[in-house]
């Protein structure tokens, strides 16, 4: 039996959230009705010149620069000739052999760890249209997604799984939402990827013939459909056959994919750079402007909160998973004082009750009700003693409906812990003496009913007294 290794190079289409297009004045917005977002350049009028959009060459600037690629000073869009009716020019402007950004990488935590993933390019391009096949012979074009500027990341073939494959994807749209180019959203299609997907014999150097998948629309998808492939393709090989080097559609509903072209009749699309644009140029003022409107990255971010601050790599990688999350640490984290400690209890904090009570109202971290500074405020409650851990998790739902800080709530309700080593003295007597019976069985021996006297003192006290010193107090005394 030979055992299969899979590779996979992934080919990713960012949209960028530009005002408007790559090429014309239309502006883009997701599902508005069909036809209403184009010009004449986007229809192919004749006469029609296309101007290329500043923004979209800052934001490829601002991608590469993050995912660490070189910059092109002079790039070049090419034109790229297809027939097909969501394209009424005849071709696509794209960019072919001196795309604005080459090299770089990927860095995503795998299994707990950095790992990264190499680029071969960047290059801007604009999207096509957008067909849809009805029934009998009719099929509707709608050109509102045409000429919205792209980037394509095109990655080596140095993915082995397809989990490896969707934690890439994964890591792209984190990185595109760090930086506000694109809101990365699959489902709505403003990110897009295919899969080249080959296996070879476990060792060999030599890759096999690869498959390219389109049509994959969302993450749960990347992995599926790249698993089905590495399933139909060693089938193949084991059987004895030779995978067809082929271009395949994913079928999300069957699940399974469709050929849709072999490579043997691969489009000759005669690439030529495009007479109507001027090379796009890259200055130095917008390459430092540019650089210095880069946040701290998302694996830089991790890093940070697991070495310096001492979060365990898990809680690091959640709460850098997206930049309003790690922003809301960072600022309660400031306003707290940046010890380890408080970094585990914000975190803590932020992780369990505070993710539960956003879930569960469908808000973001940016939109909730307990900001950064009052979060912080009730760590520090708990961190000097004034409220035990028990009365901090009333105080913070109390927080959450009223959106009152910590200190305000304490005060009001008198939930200051009770540290006096007279007050609590007293108040375990008075428990000790109102259960005479427990008491003596606890004296002679029953050792497990402390936690009952201390149910009871927390009882008399309204949970505000201090628990280590409470159950010190009860033992001295019941031991009397
Ligand atoms: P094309 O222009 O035909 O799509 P490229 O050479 O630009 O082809 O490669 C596109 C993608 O395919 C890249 O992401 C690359 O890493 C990947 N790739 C190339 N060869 C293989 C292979 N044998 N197996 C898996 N992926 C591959
Ligand atoms: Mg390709």
Not at 285 to 298: A, D, H, I, Q, Y
Not at 367 to 393: F, H, M, Q, Y
Request: glycine share 8%; proline share 5%; with cysteine.
């Amino acid at each position: 039996m030979t055992n299969w290794e899979t590779v996979i190079g992934l080919e990713v289409h960012v949209q960028l959230g530009t005002a408007t297009k790559a090429f014309s004045p239309s502006a883009y917005s997701y599902g508005v009705g069909p036809n209403t977002l184009t010009d004449p350049v986007i229809l192919g009028l004749p006469g029609c010149l296309p101007t290329f959009n500043e923004q979209a060459m800052r934001y490829a600037v601002k991608l590469g620069l993050a995912m660490g690629c070189s910059i092109r000073q002079l790039s070049r869009f090419a034109r790229k000739h297809y027939f097909y009716p969501d394209l009424p020019k005849g071709y696509q402007i794209s960019q072919f052999d001196e795309p604005i950004c080459e090299g770089g990488k990927v860095e995503f935590w795998l299994n707990d760890k950095p790992h990264s993933v190499r680029l071969t390019r960047i290059h801007l391009e604009e999207d096509a249209g957008k067909n849809t096949h009805q029934l009998g012979a009719t099929s509707l074009v709608d050109l509102n997604r045409a000429g919205v500027p792209l980037c394509e990341i095109v990655s080596e073939p140095d993915l082995r799984s397809a989990e490896e494959a969707a934690a890439y994807m994964r890591a792209v749209r984190q990185m595109v939402r760090y930086l506000g180019i694109s809101e990365g959203n699959m489902e709505q299609g403003n990110l897009r990827c295919d899969a080249n997907v080959s296996i070879r014999p476990m060792g060999d150097e030599k890759y096999g013939e690869r498959v390219e998948l389109k049509n994959i629309n969302s993450f749960r998808f990347v992995q599926k459909a790249i698993e089905h492939e590495v399933r139909r393709q060693t089938r193949i090989k084991e059987e004895g056959g030779t995978v067809a080097q082929e271009t395949r559609l994913w079928d999300a509903n069957a699940g399974m994919s469709i050929s849709m072209r072999s490579k043997e009749d691969a489009n000759d699309y005669r690439y030529f750079p495009d007479p109507d644009l001027p090379p796009l140029k890259v200055t130095d003022e917008v390459m430092t402007e540019v650089k210095n409107s880069l946040p701290e990255l998302p694996m830089q971010r991790g890093i940070r909160l697991h070495e310096t601050l001492g979060l365990p790599t898990s809680d690091a990688i959640t709460i850098t998973a997206e930049i309003e999350i790690a922003n809301y640490f960072d600022q309660a984290l400031k306003e707290a004082g940046e010890t380890k400690k408080n970094a585990k209890m914000i975190s803590n904090w932020m992780l369990g009750d505070l993710s539960g009570a956003l879930n569960a109202s469908g808000k973001s971290f940016a939109e909730s009700p307990v900001t950064p500074k009052s979060l912080a405020e009730l760590v520090e409650l708990i961190d000097n003693a004034t409220i035990s851990g028990k009365i901090a998790k009333d105080v913070f739902a109390k927080m959450l409906a009223s959106g009152d800080s910590a200190k305000a709530i304490v005060e009001k309700e008198g939930l200051v812990q009770i540290t006096d080593a007279g007050a609590i003295e007293e108040a375990c007597r008075k428990v000790i003496n109102a259960n005479p019976k427990q008491a003596e069985q606890y004296r002679n021996g029953k050792e497990a009913l402390l936690g009952f006297f201390v149910g009871q003192l927390m009882k008399e006290t309204r949970g505000k007294a201090n628990p280590k010193m409470a159950n010190e107090v009860l033992k001295k005394l019941l031991g009397e």
